[in-house]
């Protein structure tokens, strides 16, 4: 290509110099906007109403929003149901690393993060020494997070699970799935991943964006708080809308398991209890269905399955569980001997457990409950 000669040049200066005062002014003005609304943002403490920032100081968990995944832990010492604890930069909860040569991975809930515990009494700490106890030098990574569903699940295994490179995945989602809320898991994630969405994250930095964003959201969710019924109460309509509908529940699992075969994983699944499946009334419950789905895709993959209930054998309700829901360290002792043991009478990990390679269930998936 020849050069370009001295009267295109010319041109060229001219269209640049007309384009550089056509945008002067937006750039002006976009700059004087964002200056104003920093200058807005850095009110006084004073003027701020600091109601929520004093709960989350004095205890409960510092969750912050995540792009890809709703929610996620903040980093650092954190405080949970009287104890503090560390979550690492990669947003799991800290677990002891002794260079072993295997890992594994809890993934799952509060139930499976040890809500209200020592870090001792965790599923994850108990699982390792239970395993020690056998001769086994298991790493046991903690992928449990606080009010976290299969669908946050998958996407935390995309994004940090896999990294840790696990030689064993445990799977313990359930009860945040089948809850009720007023929102849908993979509507939220949908939405997360808008193109509008996107530009959001590429415009973080900017006050001034935040500030005309927030004007178009629903007046409940202006103030940050984060759409979990256990951080903020639900809207009062409550529609009989699962967080992840049973079918949806269903495949998210099969895909988890299909995942660990894919890498060449082993996979355990823990079905939770709590303490009305401790001690049943005989009476049909809301969660039924999901465990029939867990079973059966478990079977599916040719999966253990290790009933948190059938551990539990001799201990009260109050000696199993903190609340309605969240083990004890004792329950989470029985878990972990529970686990081991089923894992070394299977052979692993010379048996690897590795979930069959087959196409998902094909079933029809009622639930009675859902509208």
């Known amino acids: 290509m020849s050069a370009l000669t ?14 550089a005062f056509s945008l002067a ?21 004073s003027e701020v109403d600091a109601g929520d920032a004093g709960d989350a100081a004095s205890g409960g968990l510092s969750m912050v929003p995540h792009p890809t995944r709703i929610w996620s832990l903040a980093p650092g010492l954190i405080h949970d149901g009287g104890v503090t604890h560390r979550i690492r930069e990669d947003q799991l909860r800290a677990v002891p690393e002794t260079d072993a040569p295997l890992r594994a991975l809890t ?6 993060f040890g809500h209200g515990l020592e870090d001792q009494d965790t599923l994850h700490v108990q699982l390792a020494a239970a395993l020690a106890s056998r001769e086994l030098r298991v790493d046991v990574y903690c992928g449990g997070v606080p009010g976290y569903s299969t669908e946050q699940s998958l996407v935390l295994l995309d994004e940090t699970g896999w990294g840790l490179e696990p030689d064993l995945l445990v799977v313990g989602n359930l009860w945040s799935d089948n809850d009720f809320q007023y929102f849908v898991d993979r509507e939220w994630l949908a939405a997360l991943n808008s193109p509008l969405r996107r530009l959001d994250r590429a415009l973080a930095w900017s006050v001034a964006w935040e500030r005309l964003r927030s004007l178009q959201r629903p007046e409940a969710a202006r103030d940050g708080a984060l759409p979990i019924g256990w951080v903020r109460e639900p809207y009062p309509t409550r529609e009989g809308r699962r967080r992840v509908p049973l079918a949806d529940y269903a495949a998210n699992l099969d895909a988890m398991l299909a995942a660990a075969a894919d890498r060449d994983v082993g996979a355990v699944v823990l079905a939770p209890a709590n303490r009305h499946r401790l001690e049943p009334d005989g009476s049909l419950v809301m969660w039924d269905a999901y465990f029939e789905a867990m079973r059966l895709v478990a079977e599916r993959r040719n999966v253990l399955v290790v009933d948190a209930v059938e551990t539990l054998d001799g201990l009260t309700l109050d000696e199993a569980f903190l609340d309605e829901m969240h083990p004890t360290g004792r329950a989470n002792a029985r878990y972990g001997e529970a686990l081991a043991a089923a894992l070394v ?11 069959e390679r087959a196409p998902p269930l094909a079933a029809e998936w009622v639930d009675v409950f859902a509208k």
Do not use: F
């Open 6 to 19: 001295s009267r295109q040049r010319r041109r060229l200066v001219a269209v640049g110099r007309v384009v």
């Open 25 to 45: 002014p937006v750039v002006a003005l976009l700059v004087a906007g964002e200056l104003l609304a920093r200058v807005l943002a850095s009110a006084p403490a």
């Open 107 to 112: 993934l799952g809930d509060s139930s499976i």
């Open 345 to 355: 009478s299977a052979g692993w990990p010379e048996a690897r457990l590795i979930p």
